[in-house]
């Protein structure tokens, strides 16, 4: 039992210094007081600051304090409180509501490490504090948080599911197509776990309606088929330019051939003149060889425009071929940019079902807010009044043991 609050002097100081704002000082005296405390009156003592500083003005600024400054330590906050049993621990935990509500970020950042605690307790303890803060102001957008929770639904302990399955409902009123998606995938990653299955179907069917359902099951399919047809396209793509890398090839190996053969021709035409040269040197004119020069000049005229003429035409196919490498390229650009055109509408295609899957969520929302309400109104009644119980006995506990 936690020592009376009306008999301790620690006790009196806060409350004093807590009415003339003396915040600082508060936060020294809370700090020696549970620094001397031993491991069997230090969560007793705990207790007694919280519920002090929950009752006075200006106590959630002290206690934000306290945590900011590792006086009071959350995760070792929570392995203590695993040694309780359910009933304290769980109105331990109701004691951190409000501020996990207004102040989720001092619990945030411990929640995703405290999830993977080897104490079962612990697990289930931090997935309550989830719960709170899912019931306040800010929404729980982290993925891998979430994934987290969700792996907790195989947890070995039933408790720890029951718990994961509370904090996903909570999480999922105000994301439902995240927590869904989530959810989904994991399930696919198990398919012969009927138990996750169920958990599944539980989950979704509290925080979306069978309408919902049906809407992001066609959104996701319609993502699916778009992903599948632009792989397609991407790999006609791929196939085109691999058919205009060949014909490059093939270009190129002709452009090669035809270089060879001008150069055959003129060494033709050289190997030609140099024989004429060789027989005016080697054989001396005669009178009746008189004609002969002006037969190898018409042969060596021909031969020139022979030459001439494939020159030309050789240079009329290396412009072809130059125009062909031009219309490649263009071609290849054109290509290129209906891939781009088509990435740019997948992208503004993946952009309007986001943003439908958005207007649903809102939709889901403003329908289900009432209802919402109404259980979360009941929730917190059942909270207070359990709490409520709870204290009233405790008080009658003091006044047993007083008298």
């Known amino acids: 039992m936690s ?5 301790n002097p620690e006790i009196s100081k806060i409350k004093d210094f807590m009415k003339d704002e003396r915040f600082d000082d508060v936060v020294n005296i809370i700090a020696l007081y549970l620094g001397d405390s031993t491991d069997e009156n230090y969560l007793d003592r705990l207790e007694d600051v919280i519920e002090t500083l929950m009752l006075l003005h200006g106590g959630r600024t002290v206690l934000r304090f306290l945590i900011e400054r590792l006086v009071i330590d959350i995760p070792s906050l929570l392995e203590n409180l695993s040694k309780r049993d359910s009933v304290l621990r769980y ?11 207004d102040e989720c970020e001092l619990f945030l950042p411990y929640s995703e490490d405290l999830l993977n605690s080897e104490d079962p307790n612990v697990r289930e303890a931090v997935l309550q504090l989830l719960v709170f803060i899912a019931g306040g102001e800010k929404s729980i957008e982290d ?8 792996d907790s639904m195989s947890d070995e302990k039933d408790f720890v599911v029951k718990k994961a399955i509370q904090a996903l409902i909570a999480i999922g009123r105000d994301k439902p197509s995240l927590v869904t998606k989530i959810i989904t995938n994991n399930v696919k990653e198990f398919p012969e776990n009927k138990e996750l299955k169920e958990s599944t179907d539980k989950i979704i069917r509290s925080i979306v309606s069978v309408e ?22 991407e790999l006609e ?12 090839l093939e270009l190129q190996e002709k452009e090669k051939q035809l270089e060879e053969q001008f150069i055959q021709e003129k060494e033709k ?3 030609l003149k140099e024989d004429i040269i060789d027989q005016e040197t080697e054989k001396p004119l005669k009178k009746e060889d008189v004609e ?8 060596m005229k021909k031969e ?18 130059k125009k062909k490498k031009l219309e490649l390229e263009l071609r290849e650009k054109e290509i290129e940019q209906k891939a781009i055109e088509r990435k740019e509408e997948a992208l503004r295609i993946k952009e309007e079902l986001i943003e439908k899957e958005n207007e649903l969520s809102r939709v889901e929302l403003e329908l289900k807010e009432r209802k919402i309400k109404q259980k979360e109104q009941k929730l917190l009644e059942g909270e207070l009044e359990r709490a409520e119980e709870f204290f009233e006995e405790g008080d009658r506990e003091n006044k047993e043991n007083g008298k």
């Open 3 to 7: 020592e009376k609050q009306q008999d």
């Open 292 to 299: 002969f020069p002006k037969k190898i000049k018409k042969i």
């Open 269 to 271: 035409a050289l190997k």
């Open 304 to 321: 020139e425009s022979d030459i001439l003429d494939k020159e030309l035409e050789l240079k009329k196919k290396d412009l072809e071929i």
């Open 212 to 233: 919902g359902i049906e809407e992001i099951v066609e959104e996701e399919e319609a993502i699916e088929d778009e992903e599948v047809e632009i792989s397609e396209k």
């Open 237 to 248: 793509l791929k196939k085109k330019k691999i058919e205009i890398q060949k014909k490059k």
């Open 143 to 150: 993925e891998s948080l979430i994934k987290a929770i969700t």
């Open 91 to 101: 109105s331990f935990l109701l004691l951190l509501k409000s501020m996990c509500e």
